[in-house]
């Protein structure tokens, strides 16, 4: 069986180009909606020539594709609402502030300093805008969090979401536009006015029973880490997972646990199946059924956030339910591609969602590959094929995600296979009992021994993925993996299987391309490494410089242990470079970069040195200097401040060098100083 001669699969790859079309190319909205409504023109007329036609020609197949390609491009366009004039963006003023209205849209997980909110932006000044937005409350122990759907006024300004300022940093401003999140508001708790509370939208509902469900929940005593886990698994929402919590279930490669997808919601359809089983007596029972599952599925996907994973599994399933229903019989390739098809004419920035991508490639990997893994034995014994198709379904779904783990995540963890035999088989029996457990806590039924063996239970599994995450030697950390690296990787395993399911010489004249391309991945690698590259990272109130020489990276900071201990700035860079070898220096006065020189002038001043004219001058730990004196002294060709400077030293001296026009590059602004030399 050909997947691709599945004419929907088709349809969606078309989507999918078009949406990345769409998105990576400025389009103007008008030009996708004409050459939309043209394409599907042509494509009409083709089709009813096609009708009259005995020999069929390709023109109509073609007109299709080049349609669903406009379709994506039309969808992204759609989607995006700055194409739209009422979007609050067209009615910023260049003016410190101005009255926001915004309706509380989503909570986000807090920092350290900052509560987080998603908001809907329905008012600038006296005009109706739409839109979202972030909004960052400075946290007060006072006054209670912010709830989903009140309406607050404010006089404020919208904020730019920052550009990383060093080195492969995540890239926070690009995340956030990928969700139509293009500024920030930052206040005060007393800054804010409420305006209305009793406004009801579907987040407004669903964050209402998030609450309702905690508060019962909260009767019973459970531990935090318990209470957290129990809102990850059931309620989707991971915002109290302690971070050692997540990386216990990360470095122990069961992550995927915590995120609401197709075994939570299959176990949600067994038990709605055989609850409502005697629905199916009455006339029109299954068509009843069917309908109210369905109901109860996306109202539980709501509840959940509607993330990727959870609106995956869920358009699966109601998929299934309706294709049952008209007793069709469904291929889960079509199934696949069907749910892909709408959920991105929904939702067309979901493709570059990791939870998406991850989500479909372990379900398209199970599919394709766990057959042929689980026929190489079949034991009699129920429990042990249990357990065998648990590890035949874990590895197939780990060569689907390992590429894309190891690309946004550069980790690997070795112990996943235990992992999934301790906590996968037990597990849908858990979601099961949790289930109960949520619905008797709501109900003020829930008996005291079961919510405490439930507590147990759960603490256990805690326990396991702690102890399971400390084998450090299995976990693989810092892996440097590039868009090149996973393009071959999936060709290589593709080809694999292809070969193990059908061994022909095309086959393996496909996997030695793979290879070969996958080799060529990593010589460009190599070939990109920096030999000499000098950088003064950007670390607020501290100093951080990196020298590279020959794939040695030496740095030298003046961060205190906790600091550096929680800093990543060295990581990303060397992981970003596939730099192994890190030393560390004590920071110096001056350094000399082959025919190049620059002096370090910290807060002792330290400068007057005979016969050196340097050609950078760095200025750290605000220096009380006068900066028109040290340019006449050793005439620097360029000054650069990092962030341990107080900004209105830096303000001043970018002044000065403005004046005297002289380059000058203040890491707050531009982010880290690299020079390659």
Request: net charge positive.
């Amino acid at each position: 069986m050909k997947i691709l001669n599945f004419t929907i699969i088709k349809l969606t790859t078309c989507l999918v180009i078009g949406i990345l079309t769409g998105y990576f190319f400025s389009i103007a909205l008008m030009t996708a909606l004409y050459f939309t409504l043209a394409a599907s023109f042509f494509l009409g007329i083709a089709y009813f020539i096609a009708e009259k036609q005995f020999f069929k020609t390709i023109w109509f197949g073609i007109l299709a594709f080049i349609s669903m390609i406009s379709i994506g491009i039309l969808t992204v366009n759609i989607h995006n609402e700055q194409n739209f004039t009422n979007h609050y963006t067209h009615h910023i003023l260049n003016k410190n502030n101005q009255a926001i209205t915004f309706r509380i849209r989503e909570v986000l997980k807090s920092n350290t300093y900052y509560d987080k909110y998603v908001i809907d932006v329905l008012q600038v000044d006296t005009k109706p805008t739409k839109g979202k937005s972030l909004l960052s409350i400075k946290k007060d122990t006072i006054n209670p969090s912010l709830n989903v759907d009140d309406i607050y006024s404010t006089k404020s300004s919208f904020n730019s979401l920052g550009y990383p300022l060093n080195p492969f940093q995540f890239d926070y401003e690009s995340y956030l536009e990928k969700k139509y999140i293009y500024h920030q508001v930052s206040l005060k708790r007393h800054e804010l006015f409420l305006i209305n509370d009793n406004t009801h939208t579907v987040f407004g509902y669903a964050n209402s029973t998030r609450q309702f469900i905690n508060s019962k929940l909260k009767k019973y005593h459970f531990k935090p880490d318990e209470l957290a886990v129990i809102n990850a698994l059931f309620l989707g929402q991971r915002q109290d997972l302690s971070e050692d919590i997540y990386n216990d279930y990360r470095n122990a490669g069961a992550i995927h646990i915590l995120a609401i997808s197709g075994l939570h919601i299959g176990v949600i359809l067994i038990l709605l199946n055989w609850s409502l089983k005697p629905m199916e007596r009455l006339k029109f029972g299954k068509l009843q059924k069917a309908i109210l599952i369905l109901i109860i599925l996306w109202s539980f996907a709501i509840i959940a956030g509607l993330t990727a994973s959870v609106t995956r599994a869920v358009t699966m399933f109601s998929i299934v339910a309706i294709a049952k229903n008209l007793n069709r019989p469904t291929n889960i390739y079509n199934t696949l591609a069907i749910s892909v098809f709408i959920l991105l004419l929904l939702k067309p920035l979901y493709i570059f969602d990791v939870g998406f991508q991850l989500s479909y490639m372990a379900v398209l990997a199970i599919v394709y590959i766990d057959p042929m893994i689980y026929k190489l034995w079949q034991p009699k014994n129920k429990l042990l094929d249990i357990y065998w198709h648990t590890i035949t379904i874990s590895i197939a779904a780990q060569f689907g995600i390992a590429p894309l783990l190891l690309f946004y995540f550069h980790q690997f963890a070795g112990l996943f296979l235990l992992s999934s035999i301790i906590i996968i088989p037990p597990l849908a029996i858990i979601l099961g009992l949790g289930i109960v457990v949520i619905l008797m806590a709501s109900l003020n039924i829930l008996p005291l021994f079961l919510a405490d063996f439930f507590g147990y239970i759960i603490s256990g599994m805690n326990y396991i993925m702690s102890v399971i995450s400390q084998q450090d030697s299995f976990i693989f950390n810092d892996v440097h993996f590039t868009t090149w690296h996973v393009l071959t990787s999936y060709l290589i395993i593709f080809s694999i299987i292809q070969i193990c399911k059908n061994y022909k010489f095309s086959n393996l004249k496909w996997a030695l391309l793979a290879v070969i391309g996958f080799q060529c991945a990593l010589i460009y690698t190599n070939f990109r490494k920096p030999s000499n590259q000098f950088v003064v990272f950007h670390k607020s109130r501290f100093s951080m410089i990196g020298n590279t020489m020959q794939n040695k990276l030496s740095v030298a900071h003046d961060l205190d242990s906790t600091a550096l201990l929680k800093n990543s700035t060295i990581k990303n860079y060397t992981v970003g470079h596939s730099i192994n070898n890190i030393e560390h220096n004590k920071l110096q006065s001056i350094y000399l970069l082959k025919d190049k020189k620059l002096l370090v002038v910290d807060s002792l001043n330290t400068y007057h040195i005979k016969s050196f004219n340097p050609d950078y001058v760095l200025l750290r730990q605000s220096p009380k200097i006068n900066l028109n004196r040290l340019i006449d002294s050793i005439n620097p060709k360029y000054i650069v401040a990092d962030g341990s400077n107080y900004k209105s030293y830096t303000k001043q001296w970018k002044a000065i060098c403005k004046k005297r026009k002289l380059p000058f590059h203040d890491t707050h602004e531009k982010g880290a100083f690299i020079i390659n030399y």
